[in-house]
């Protein structure tokens, strides 16, 4: 049986038969079913038999049985991509514009894929330079002596099966080789059916020749262990550093990737809120520190709500607090909202698809009231290929106090490299 794919973008949704997403994802039960695709998608019941899937705050993959859930990123897999590096602060050169085109030309590349794409890239270029090698301490028996006499087991055998020796052997058997090894073997079952298919074969094979796969078993790669592999090649091995990252996101995930594999389903996504969120923090540091201000993320207000007492019955945690470095006088009060805010209805008045909820107006009324003499913003996505609401929603006023609303481009940020208040 073929797989069936339901395939959607962020904020939208797709009604599918509900027997036929029973079946194909081996599940009798659709709240069973409901139940395993609640990570990524919010699956509601519809009419006639019907199943409404409703894409939440993740992008990414899951799959139960047969059935593969997909929901796309608003922005290109490149551009998120590009995004993860940047946050990252480390250059993933492989993972650049004319890959990111090759990518979308191709049907069905999810964001993993497009990943374990660029792992083909990154290994590619290390094979055609240079490898890791690295010295290891070896204790066997030979027939000739081989760097020192091992003299603990001397006597240990019969001396017919040779003399026991301890020497230093130059390998390339090596924690990042072995690593990135159990990483391609993994994208090679991505890229099947792709442009890339062969080009990860025939690299799995080089690294098959290269490490001991009687002491290597699935799986057994941990955090720690790539880790210490980008630890010994940062210096002195400059090609492995994008190649081990990209390593660790298609095993491990990193930051807001998350990776899961349990109650009989399978999947790899970004939690898109939390990335903007990181980005914003990320975008508006680094404006910061060039112009000089202090900038806290997350930080610990304890005087937002008191008890009759006096104690902190609740604390405000705004993303983002915009300080005069001298004073520590607070300039602004920034909260970000991965909510498609910026979205303009069909028409010419440019009105919002989605006004501002009523809970994040709560919110930020709350902040004004922390900093009342503070700008106060709101940063929500925007997206470029998508008519903006007009000028005149982009500034809201509560009890004669202004909140701003900021668009920010997660692709434009990257170019930016930083995200400017003022």
């Known amino acids: 049986m073929e797989s069936y794919h339901v395939q959607l973008r962020e ?32 699956v509601e019941p519809g009419f006639q038999g019907k199943l409404k899937f409703v894409a939440t705050r993740k992008v990414g993959e899951v799959q139960v049985g047969r059935l593969l859930v997909t929901v796309l990123p608003a922005i290109s897999n490149a551009a998120l991509i590009q995004v993860l590096s940047w946050m990252i602060g480390v250059n993933l050169h492989v993972l650049n514009h004319s890959l990111g085109i090759n990518l979308q030309s191709i049907h069905g590349f999810t964001l993993k894929k497009a990943l374990a794409a660029g792992l083909v890239l990154a290994v590619q270029d290390i094979v055609q330079h240079e490898l ?42 090596t924690l990042p080789n072995r690593v990135l090894y159990h990483a391609m073997k993994i994208s090679h079952q991505l890229l099947q059916g792709s442009s890339f298919e062969a080009d990860s074969s025939r690299l799995i094979q080089v690294l098959s020749h290269l490490v001991d796969e009687h002491d290597y078993a699935d799986g057994s790669v941990t955090l720690d262990m790539i880790q210490k592999a980008q630890e010994v090649t940062i210096h002195r091995y400059p090609r492995y550093v994008s190649a081990l990252i990209l390593a660790r996101l298609i095993l491990f995930g990193g930051g807001p990737v998350t990776v899961v594999g349990s109650g009989g389903s399978s999947g790899w996504w ?13 975008g508006i540091k680094r404006w910061g520190q060039r112009v000089g201000l202090l900038i806290k993320a997350q930080p610990r207000y304890q005087g937002a709500i008191l008890d009759a007492s006096a104690q902190v019955y609740r604390e405000a945690r705004p993303d983002v607090m915009v300080y005069e470095r001298s004073s520590r006088r607070v300039l602004a009060v920034v909260d970000a909202k991965y909510k498609p805010y910026f979205r303009a209805k069909d028409g010419d008045k440019a009105e919002p698809l989605r006004p501002v909820d009523r809970e994040d107006l709560f919110q930020m009324a709350m902040y004004m009231g922390i900093a009342p003499d503070a700008r106060h913003f709101l940063v929500a996505p925007y997206e470029e290929d998508r008519p903006k609401i007009s000028e005149r929603y982009q500034e809201l006023y509560l009890h004669e106090r202004r909140l701003e609303l900021l668009p920010m481009s997660l692709p434009a940020l990257v170019h930016q490299g930083e995200l400017a208040l003022w």
């Open 132 to 173: 890791h090698r690295d010295y290891i301490r070896r204790q066997e028996r030979l027939m000739t002596l081989r760097g020192q006499p091992d003299f603990a087991r001397v006597g240990m055998q019969p001396n017919a099966l040779g003399i026991s020796c301890k020497y230093l052997e130059l390998t390339r058997d």
């Open 270 to 282: 970004v939690d898109m809120p939390s990335l903007f969120e990181h980005a914003v923090v990320q």
């Open 11 to 42: 904020w939208e949704s797709e009604v599918v038969s509900a027997s036929v997403a029973c079946t194909y994802a081996r599940c009798d039960d659709p709240e069973v079913l409901r139940d395993k695709l609640s990570d990524l998608v919010r």
